[in-house]
């Protein structure tokens, strides 16, 4: 028997307007860009909806009524929920109608989808319960399992996990963490009592979520009946954790690459062995034992060839980005003004230093395709711009 665990990000940053030195100590709206570029949120979000949610969560709630067996996962975060909220209730009524099948599990994370646990746990900690009271207020669900931003994961993240009460934790299935190990099984965190650790299956997961549309690769095109073979190879009795962005499907891979159909068809291919199913996170947790350990004192990822934090964290332009809006965290929470903390928040979004990455070839193309800004060094100058002006409106309170 092999077990299918699909689990889907589901993300949109608040994107900043093109904000210049000019703007400092003028405008305090940072992400309200009313032209219609790559900045624009509610303009990305409709297409992003159009092509993606939409569709895609009409076909899979057709799935589910059509396979019993059917179970799927979905991380949604918070500010992305409140996105939809504001402007497209359809995309909120989609995903609430899924959860309704009862066979949809949504998992916990970062409200902001941020970097906040390497920088303030308390911070973090906050983050975690705006997320889960989002959830409730939605889908009317307490989410037992957690995924960090990016899949971020260390030892130190892994007791936190199970000191919060989670019962497991999804990670990355990184060679460099497995050293040989197989990431089809579930793991123990190092020094854990109770959270048990799902590791991504990169390789299936990539070749849908990267590769299924590129010409060049010797799979192409990928069929469900070929794919279902390469999960044979999956010894017996295990899982195969599919992770990967929603906006494959529809937005990554192209409507017309044949991904819909691929995807509509893997759940009859994959169920043809009578002994297959598929299972939410929790199911896993609940349903196999956990007999080794995953030791991971350094931080990795679920990004870049390095699968470490270099995509967020790699260089000058992004520690220091990084480090002066977490600096300011104090005084932000202290003078209490809504408007600044959210602010202060939404800068915290992974894909803002994302964006000023600088690295070069496949990982370098990744990183150009998702962001909206011509180099890295625009991403962090508009950056940088609002985190001052940010800083005046604190210097402002304070000296009330």
């Known amino acids: 028997m092999s077990t299918i665990c699909f689990y889907f990000q589901v993300h949109q940053p608040r994107r900043i307007k093109d904000y210049r030195v000019s703007d400092i100590g003028e405008d305090h709206g940072y992400f309200n860009e009313k032209k219609k570029n790559d900045r624009n949120n509610k303009f990305i979000l409709e297409r992003v909806s159009r092509k ?91 989410p037992q399992v957690f995924r960090n931003t990016e899949l971020i994961y260390s030892n130190d993240l892994g007791r936190k996990i199970d000191a919060m009460g989670f019962k497991g934790i999804l990670a990355e299935g990184a060679d460099h963490i497995l050293r040989g190990q197989s990431p089809h099984q579930l793991y123990r965190p190092v020094d854990s009592k109770n959270v048990k650790l799902l590791l991504k299956s990169y390789k299936l997961s990539d070749d849908i979520a990267f590769r299924f549309s590129e010409q060049a690769w010797e799979e192409h095109p990928l069929s469900t009946e070929k794919f279902v073979s390469w999960t044979r190879d999956v010894p017996s009795d295990g899982i195969i954790n599919l992770f990967m962005d929603y906006e494959t499907f529809g937005e990554h891979q192209w409507e017309d690459s044949g991904i819909f159909e691929f995807l509509e068809d893997l759940p009859r291919a994959f169920l043809k062995d009578k002994k297959n199913t598929f299972m939410t996170p929790s199911e896993v947790v609940d349903s196999f034992e956990a007999k080794e350990q995953i030791d991971a004192p350094q931080y990795f990822s679920w990004a870049d060839e390095d699968r470490d934090l270099s995509a967020w964290l790699s260089n000058d332009l992004q520690k220091e980005a990084a480090q002066k809006l977490y600096d300011l965290g104090k005084d932000v929470l202290k003078i209490g003004d809504p408007e600044i903390i959210e602010d202060w928040r939404r800068l915290q979004t992974s894909d803002h230093f994302y964006y000023m990455c600088t690295k070069w070839h496949a990982d370098g193309d990744v990183h150009k395709y998702f962001s909206p800004y011509e180099t890295p060094y625009d991403a962090f100058i508009v950056f940088i711009n609002v985190l001052n002006d940010l800083k005046l409106r604190v210097e402002a309170h304070k000296n009330k």
């Open 52 to 142: 993606c949610y939409l569709p895609t969560n009409k076909l899979f709630l057709k799935l589910l009524k059509k396979h019993p067996e059917m179970k799927i996962s979905f991380s949604l975060s918070g500010i992305f929920l409140e996105q939809i909220e504001d402007d497209f209730p359809e995309v909120v009524k989609s995903f609430q109608d899924l959860v309704k099948t009862g066979r949809v599990e949504i998992l916990s994370e970062t409200y902001y989808h941020s970097l906040a646990f390497l920088y303030d746990q308390k911070e973090f900690e906050r983050q975690v319960e705006m997320h889960r009271k989002k959830v409730w207020d939605l889908f009317g669900v307490v």
